[in-house]
């Protein structure tokens, strides 16, 4: 009798500018997680080390591809099936080490393939990064000539679509940025009670507060500032400390588990 591989994926999926990298880095740090490492490609970004899933420049632009309709993949697309899971597999192979239970993987385009990638890898889980509208337009302004409020339109639109995307996953943890840099180790420990690891020692990274860098970020519009509330966001880069943990996973004890570590936050 076959069995399938003895790991699971981690797929860490946001925007640009979010702080996906530092929370992939996060994941690589905890026991048993191996991570694509010495690549010649940004940030290590597995999307752009296989050929399954079509990658260009035009696939993955900054602020753009996340409200891209042909971006969005879900279930019963045309690379629903067995030989693309074979491929993605044979071209990532490589680059992680032999042994470990788990491979996370970080690829801002992640994020709307979401759906796609489970049904590829049914066990995967999913780690979803959030950072204040306000910041990321502002941090990713020396990228693209879009005026802000479009930014920050196209992030409003890009997370309505996760929203709607979570209610399909069976395992998928939010992380804001600004949680992560007010408390890491609160944070390292919910990643790692979501990926039933059981911690060893601490991180060394140090974590700096990088929404400071813009102390005039572009302000949302009132209604943008409706439409942020479901994150946690407000103007001027507040943040909402009540904000619940937002959470799934098939198994109640890890579920409620990740929900007690991160309500500690609050």
Not at 120 to 135: G, K, N, Q, T
Not at 144 to 149: E, G, I, L, R
Not at 153 to 158: I, S
Request: charge should be neutral.
């Amino acid at each position: 009798m076959q069995h399938g591989p003895d790991y699971r994926y981690v797929f860490v999926c946001g925007l640009h500018r979010s702080g996906t990298s530092l929370v992939a880095r996060m994941i690589a740090d905890l026991p048993g997680v191996g991570a694509i490492t010495g690549a010649a490609v940004p940030e290590n970004e597995g999307a752009y080390l296989q050929g399954a899933i079509p990658h260009h420049a035009l696939g993955g632009i900054p602020m753009h591809f996340a409200t891209d309709p042909q971006q969005h993949m879900t279930e019963g697309h045309p690379l629903d099936r067995l030989e693309t899971r074979q491929r993605l597999e044979n071209d990532w192979g490589p680059w992680y080490p032999s042994s470990c239970r788990w491979r996370v993987e970080k690829s801002p385009v992640n994020l709307t393939r979401m759906r796609l990638l489970q049904q590829l890898f049914p066990m995967a889980h999913f780690v979803i990064v959030l950072r204040h509208p306000e910041a990321v337009a502002a941090a990713v302004a020396k990228w693209v000539d879009t005026p802000a409020p479009a930014l920050i339109d196209h992030w409003l639109d890009a997370h309505d679509r996760v929203g709607q995307d979570l209610s399909y996953l069976h395992a998928a943890s939010v992380v804001r940025y600004e949680d992560l840099v007010r408390n890491p180790a609160r944070i390292r420990a919910g990643l790692a009670a979501f990926l039933d690891i059981a911690l060893t020692g601490s991180s060394g990274e140090v974590i700096r507060d990088g929404n400071k860098d813009y102390p005039n970020p572009p302000e949302i519009s009132p209604s943008q500032a409706t439409r942020a509330t479901v994150w946690g966001y407000g103007p001027q880069c507040r943040v909402d400390a009540t904000w619940p943990p937002l959470v799934r996973h098939p198994l109640r004890d890890i579920r409620e588990g990740v929900e007690k570590v991160f309500k500690v936050l609050k």
